[in-house]
């Protein structure tokens, strides 16, 4: 039985004792989830959500949660596997942020239309693009129609009040509706304030109560249909419902508030009204603004203007009522948003707030529109001020734009961005090597100059990038690309290299240059191959013209990607997708991907009592390649420089020829892997002479060691490659030794498997 007001206060405990702390709001959704106790997470890491499933995975390793950890290869995949957990009637949360909600969008609809219940916090975010990592709202906004409840937490203390709250509010017989609890990034997610929350777990597991019982998908003794296909009215009658659960949310959040009030002392009603009972003029902001305009209230109160401040604590389901009982004497309402809906005259809520006013006849409120705070502009007591300045010059008379934006700058018409800097000339990167195909054995032949020769080519990614010291992204990436002769366009996914390379209005490209995100570069790419071609066979381009298209992968890049470049495969696009693996998501902080190894640790894969870093070994990815089809495979390291400038050249005249190449080449990240910021190429080399990363090449089916340590006498123990990182010294303890015999074990699996194809061109 969960707790109420009344059990509580007959029991003398009207308050439970909490502890006092200081945190941030994703640390508070973190110990939430602990102390809720849900079943499982399925995530996907992206900034600045990411440390949520950070500090659960930390929490699990110390045995501290039981929260079983799934992670995906993508968020839609990410929110998939949630849905099935809550199918199993289990309490499920994730963490997402801007693009990740975007790409689970299409699975939302689906949890709430078929009513399975689950929490979501958001930690918003600006979406894309141009690529913008800090806060607005225009994520959240995304998830107005999706049938979702949605909570607004002001702060890291509602951070985890809400995520309580969400637990019991969303299933509740009569709601049974999954729910997003939203707050700033950067700003709530990982700014501390001082907090308060439960001593004792229990106090949050007697108040959510048990998991109510209601479709179960795990009892096979009660089969049922889950996601039927409808027909009319079947569908607007489910829709209807919908409807009603989330009008009956209404009622049942103020219950389960007050309820949560007698425990804490803490109360959040959907509408939280700021010196409103007499003001002539408002401001409707969501969270964190709402808190910068109350002292801006503060203010303007102390020069005798009647000043007050609107903010909703739940927009979904939308708080019409409330907000026609506050602006009943209103003569003008600022409304602020985070996002705008182009085209529109107003962002979402600014609608929402004018149909709400609408319905009141005998209200004269003059709505008021500004877009702000984009992009994590920064939103100071000065700029509340103004937005108060605004209306009161409205309500004295003055006109106004009913909406416009708020904070912009002008352009001057006589200045431009430059083209940036300057191209390569042709004949710099051309006629160096040269590639023949023989007509013997059908595989392309490689001539190259000595390495000397070679340096004399220009950097395509000029010096003066971000990128930390030691990284090993743009010597293998430089590396490769002289092995590339003539045009190049240049696609990256986001990642390490994407971020520090391209930061406007600069650029360390010197060749054209594309960004998209993880999941959609293969797919951009083609499309460019393809206009290409088609531009030449209409003669809108010359025949002779020869451009090289780059993609450009990592940083788990090739998880959330792999869709998209298997079909680009299967399609056989001339396009190279090179991949510079440095074992995990490095961009947002350092979480497992498919490409660490077994038990190494990461950000969520912790070492201690209750987990031994990463639970399953890495991902094949040019096998899986190479079982495409496609005309040319290899894998390459900067440490053997001839051979990576020799494959990429022949990668070029597949593209040109055939189609396309894939390559791998494992690079190092001392900042993540725990080690020297000057041991990259010893570390790689340790990994090749090891046998974890052979290097061979796949050329029309046939496959080809290129390095063989064993037959050069140079082969190391597994060992030897991990003791120069931090990430895996425990791995050389005793109490570690069965997690190092079986990646022993895999790497020499794999190696007998490899030399097995080298030796017999029908595997």
């Not at 979702?148 to 009040?161: E, H, K, N, S, T």
């Not at 430059?418 to 007509?439: C, H, N």
């Not at 064993?710 to 109490?735: F, I, N, Q, S």
Request: aromatic content about 8%; hydrophobic content about 40%; overall charge negative.
């Amino acid at each position: 039985m969960s707790l109420t007001k009344d059990s509580v206060a007959a029991t003398g405990a009207s308050r439970l004792e909490e502890v006092s702390d200081f945190r941030t709001g994703n640390d508070m959704a973190a110990i939430a989830a602990r102390h809720v106790d849900f079943h499982l997470m399925g995530y996907y890491p992206i900034t600045p959500s990411t440390e949520v499933c950070e500090n659960i995975d930390e929490d699990r390793a110390a045995g501290r949660n039981r929260i079983r950890m799934v992670p995906a290869e993508g968020e839609h995949s990410a929110a998939g596997i949630c849905y099935g957990a809550s199918l199993g009637e289990a309490r499920v949360i994730n963490a997402t942020s801007a693009q990740g909600l975007l790409y689970m969008l299409e699975q939302l609809p689906v949890q709430s239309g078929t009513r399975f219940p689950m929490v979501l916090d958001l930690s918003m975010r600006s979406i894309s693009g141009p690529l913008d990592i800090r806060c607005d709202h225009s994520d959240m906004y995304f998830a107005l129609n999706t049938g979702w409840i949605i909570l607004l937490a002001r702060g890291p203390q509602a951070v985890y009040d809400m995520n309580i709250l969400a637990v019991r509010l969303g299933e509740h017989p009569e709601v049974r509706l999954p729910v997003i609890v939203a707050y700033d990034g950067f700003v709530t997610s990982h700014q501390k304030r001082r907090v308060r929350y439960f001593a004792d777990a229990q106090a949050v597991r007697s108040f959510v109560g048990p998991v109510r019982s209601g479709a179960n998908a795990l009892d096979p003794r009660r089969p049922i249909t889950i996601g039927a296909y409808m027909n009319d009215p079947d569908l607007v009658n489910n829709h209807y419902q919908l409807h009603l659960a989330m009008e009956k949310a209404r009622e049942i959040y103020d219950e389960v508030v007050a309820e949560y009030s007698a425990l804490t002392g803490r109360s959040y009603p959907a509408m939280d009204l700021y010196r409103m009972d007499d003001a002539e003029v408002g401001l409707f902001l969501l969270t964190t603004a709402a808190e910068t305009a109350k002292d801006a209230c503060d203010r303007l109160r102390q020069q005798g203007v009647k000043a007050g401040v609107i903010s909703p604590n739940v927009v979904r389901p939308f708080p019409a009522e409330l907000i026609r009982q506050a602006c009943r004497n209103v003569k003008v309402l600022v409304v602020g948003e985070r996002a705008d809906s182009y085209g529109s005259g107003g962002g979402n809520l600014s609608h929402e707030v004018k149909s709400a006013l609408k319905e009141d006849a005998a209200n004269r409120t003059v709505v008021i529109s500004r877009v702000f705070g984009l992009g994590g502009r920064e939103f100071f007591l000065d700029d509340a001020e103004a937005f108060f300045r605004l209306g009161l010059d409205v309500v004295g008379g003055a006109s106004a734009r009913t909406f416009d934006y708020f904070g912009q700058t002008p352009g001057d018409p006589d200045a431009s961005v430059g083209p940036g800097l300057p191209a390569i000339p042709l004949e710099a990167v051309s006629g160096r090597i040269t590639t023949t195909l023989d007509p013997d054995t059908g595989f392309v032949q490689v001539k190259t100059p000595p390495v000397r020769q070679l340096a004399e080519i220009p950097k395509r990614i000029a010096p003066g990038h971000g990128a930390c010291p030691g990284c090993g992204i743009f010597g293998a990436v430089d590396q490769f690309l002289k092995g590339i002769e003539g045009h190049v366009v240049l696609l990256s996914h986001t990642g390490c290299s994407e971020i520090v390379t391209s930061g406007f209005p600069y650029s360390s490209h010197r060749v054209t240059y594309v960004h998209n995100l993880f999941q959609s570069g293969a797919a951009t790419l083609s499309g460019l191959v393809e206009v290409f071609k088609e531009k030449q066979a209409r003669g809108e381009i010359p025949s002779d013209e020869e451009i090289t298209f780059v993609m450009l992968s990592g940083d788990g890049g090739m998880d959330i990607g792999l869709g998209s470049a298997l079909g680009a495969a299967v399609r056989n696009h001339g396009m190279i997708i090179l991949e510079y693996d440095n074992q995990g998501y490095m961009n947002t902080g350092h979480q497992l991907s498919y490409s660490t190894p077994f038990a190494h640790q990461t950000n969520t894969s912790h070492i201690g009592p209750g987990e031994r870093g990463k639970a399953f070994h890495h991902r094949d990815t040019p096998g899986i390649m190479a079982a495409t089809g496609i005309p040319y495979v290899f894998t390459g390291v900067e440490s053997l420089d001839a051979d990576l400038v020799r494959k990429a050249a022949k990668a070029q005249w597949y593209a040109k020829h055939e189609g396309m190449a894939y390559g791998k080449l494992l690079i190092a990240c001392p900042l993540n892997w725990k080690a020297e910021d000057n041991q990259g190429r010893a570390i790689v080399q340790a990994a090749v002479d090891c046998c974890f990363f052979p290097l061979y090449e796949v050329e029309k089916g046939v496959t080809r060691i290129n390095y063989d340590p064993e037959a050069k006498g140079k082969r190391v123990p597994v060992a030897e490659w991990l003791k120069y990182m931090g990430k895996t010294r425990h791995l050389l303890r005793p109490d570690y030794e069965p997690e190092l015999r079986e990646i022993e074990a895999e790497i020499e699996r794999r190696w007998v498997r490899l030399k097995a194809r080298n030796e017999s061109p029908l595997l």
